[in-house]
Antibody, heavy 120, light 107 residues
Framework: EVQLVESGGGLVKPGGSLRLSCAAS????????MNWVRQAPGKGLEWVSS????????FYTDSVKGRFTISRDNAKNSLYLQMNSLRAEDTATYYC?????????????WGQGTLVTVSS | DIQLTQSPSFLSASVGDRVTITCRAS??????LAWYQQKPGKAPKLLIS???TLQSGVPSRFSGSGSGTEFTLTISSLQPEDFATYYCEKLNGYPLTFGGGTKVEIK
């Protein structure tokens, strides 16, 4: 059974940093692209970042470029999102999502999400 | 960047109703579109890819159609478990984009 478990969320002040983790199990992690998608309270879904299986291809939405860094450790079956210079508008539930094998743009499996609150 | 506009943003329907949700792309995206269902407090679930390909395990009352700039998600006979918010997503490259969502509520 595919499982994705996010952790690392919490309350942080504007300008602060946070590192999210996603522990994956139930599939061969090293062969799938992985993603972060966020959802502000009461709002819709917003793609944040994607990372290819070999970490050679990395993509970010414009609003987080230069502030967020996606990475993975295939030996630990883990995905990360380092978030720096956090802003109030980054407040959201952050979901880790696995792509399908044949289409890196499709989000086939999702974690339960971790809430990040940026507030003074 | 290509934008996706869903309509309506909210609809009220009864069990057994036929429901249609539209997703319009600001530029043509061929059939590169997916649909997701999200229930309150839960992660989204992938329903349909490539505009019309039903994912394994998704009930056949769900169907998708369209290409280019206009797409539809149809629920042929709404069931109690279908009350949720539905999102479309374009699949033709980065940046990835979701529609604003359509919330389906019980009438």
């Amino acid at each position: 059974e595919v499982q994705l478990v996010e952790s690392g969320g919490g309350l942080v002040k504007p300008g602060g940093s946070l590192r999210l983790s996603c522990a994956a199990s139930g599939f061969t992690f090293s062969t799938y692209s992985m993603n972060w998608v966020r959802q502000a309270p009461g709002k819709g879904l917003e793609w944040v970042s994607s990372l290819s299986s070999d970490s050679n291809y990395i993509f970010y939405t414009d609003s987080v470029k230069g502030r967020f860094t996606i990475s993975r450790d295939n030996a630990k079956n883990s995905l990360y999102l380092q978030m720096n210079s956090l802003r109030a508008e980054d407040t959201a539930t952050y979901y880790c999502a696995r792509s399908t094998y044949s289409n890196s743009y499709l989000f086939e499996y999702w974690g339960q999400g971790t809430l990040v609150t940026v507030s003074s | 960047d290509i934008q996706l506009t869903q309509s309506p943003s909210f609809l009220s329907a009864s069990v057994g109703d036929r429901v249609t949700i539209t997703c319009r792309a600001s530029q043509g995206i061929s059939s590169y579109l997916a649909w997701y269902q999200q229930k309150p407090g839960k992660a989204p679930k992938l329903l349909i890819s490539a505009a019309s390909t039903l994912q394994s395990g998704v009930p056949s009352r769900f169907s998708g159609s369209g290409s280019g700039t206009e797409f539809t998600l149809t629920i042929s006979s709404l069931q109690p478990e279908d009350f949720a918010t539905y999102y479309c997503e374009k699949l033709n490259g980065y940046p990835l984009t979701f529609g604003g969502g359509t919330k389906v509520e019980i009438k």
